[in-house]
């Protein structure tokens, strides 16, 4: 058994050299979240069961956690979007599997530069930093504001959210990831979507197909994967698993609806969150990619809540640049999806709830009412 040593380091060249260390040491990690509270700091160590912390000045702080087996490398907590954070352990098998299934896939002539940009107490903005330190790519450190300069620096590849996507211009990148939540309809040729999660070691199905060594199956609705990069365990509970179509049970089952046709995955959204309504079902992040393109909305979230008549009535909350738009997201909601995904209810919201990588945090919707 060995000890897990928290980073309390923010994202730079420091983290850098102390996943290094770890990765020397074999001492397994986790990366904390810069931005949380006193209070909230030490719940996510509670979580993780950290038994010490390193900072920023090189200090080590000593507190009661919990072991991890000699083979995990990372604890992670789960983004949370679905509910309250699991921390999942993954090993240090798993950690090279991904980083290395990322680098021959996206490679070009050479070793990936990666930008880093994205917090790595998450597994999507850790990755980038595990395929240096664990493969052969190389991080082009710099300000996560300013990924216009970062190719003419040097890099060729970066991983974002939709959100700076939209508001950086990533066209001088060899290849950028897009991970979070759903995509828009129209992307440029160099961005690469992907769909995975933190049990997953990152993403592990790009633009609908999956990484080699990879497999994905739908039972009974559900995705289900087996891949080299599977974490292990959670902290606190074992890895489900389940049965596919193999007869084998080694599969995970994610908790994503979807479907894989000819080798094609196409993720519908979250089981826990489909919405039945008038006897229809209709995935919240369908209707959102509908209502995303009406002019005037600037963010939008679709949840469902109880109804006498249809059991579930759809409402849609709705970010806008100050214009009441509710004709147009009628209309866009029955032309795109159908008529039982046309809002009973839309409202006008500040904000929509958003986990650092961008996911709708489903379970706070209902605060906005």
Not at 83 to 107: F, V, Y
Not at 166 to 172: I, K, P, V, W
Not at 194 to 222: F, H, I, K, Q, R
Not at 331 to 352: C, D, F, H, L, S
Request: net charge negative.
């Amino acid at each position: 058994m060995r000890t897990l040593l928290a980073l309390d380091l923010a994202l730079g060249v420091e983290l850098e050299d102390a996943l290094r260390r770890c990765v020397d040491t074999g001492e397994a990690f986790c990366v904390l979240d810069q931005r949380l509270s006193a209070r909230r700091r030490d719940e996510e160590l509670s979580r993780l069961g950290a038994t010490s912390v390193l900072d920023a000045r090189g200090r080590h702080t000593r507190r009661e956690g919990q072991l991890v087996d000699d083979d995990v490398g990372l604890v992670m907590l789960t983004s949370g979007s679905s509910g309250a954070p699991k921390a999942a352990e993954l090993t240090w098998e798993a950690l090279r599997a991904s980083a290395e299934l990322t680098q021959q896939t996206l490679r070009s002539d050479s070793a990936p530069v990666w930008y880093p940009c994205l917090p790595a107490n998450h597994i999507g903005g850790l990755a980038v930093l595990l395929r240096a330190v664990l493969s052969d790519a190389t991080l082009l450190w710099g300000p996560v504001d300013e990924l216009n300069r970062a190719p003419s620096e040097g890099a060729t590849h970066v991983a974002v959210v939709r959100t700076q996507l939209a508001r950086f211009d990533l066209s001088g990148f060899y290849r950028v990831l897009l991970g979070g939540g759903r995509p828009p309809r129209d992307l440029p040729d160099n961005v690469v979507t992907t769909w995975g999660m933190t049990e997953t070691g990152s993403g592990v199905v790009y633009d609908g197909v999956a990484l080699p060594g990879v497999d994905v199956c739908a039972v009974n609705g559900e995705l289900c994967v087996r891949t080299p990069t599977l974490f292990s365990a959670y902290r606190h509970a074992p890895r489900p698993s389940i049965a596919g179509p193999d007869g084998r049970d080694d599969w995970f089952p994610t908790g994503d609806a979807g479907d894989v046709t000819n080798g094609r995955v196409r993720v519908h959204g979250r089981l826990g969150f489909v919405i039945n309504t008038g006897g229809e079902k209709l995935w919240p992040e369908d209707l959102e990619a509908a209502l995303a393109t009406v002019n005037g909305v600037l963010d939008v979230a679709v949840t469902g809540i109880e109804d006498p008549e249809w059991g579930e009535r759809v409402v849609a909350l709705i970010v806008s640049d100050g214009r009441q738009i509710d004709e147009a997201i009628e209309q866009a909601a029955n032309e795109r999806v159908g008529p039982w995904a046309k809002p009973k209810e839309i409202r006008y919201v500040a904000a929509i709830p958003r986990t650092d990588n961008g996911k709708v945090r489903r379970s706070e919707l209902t605060h906005l009412f």
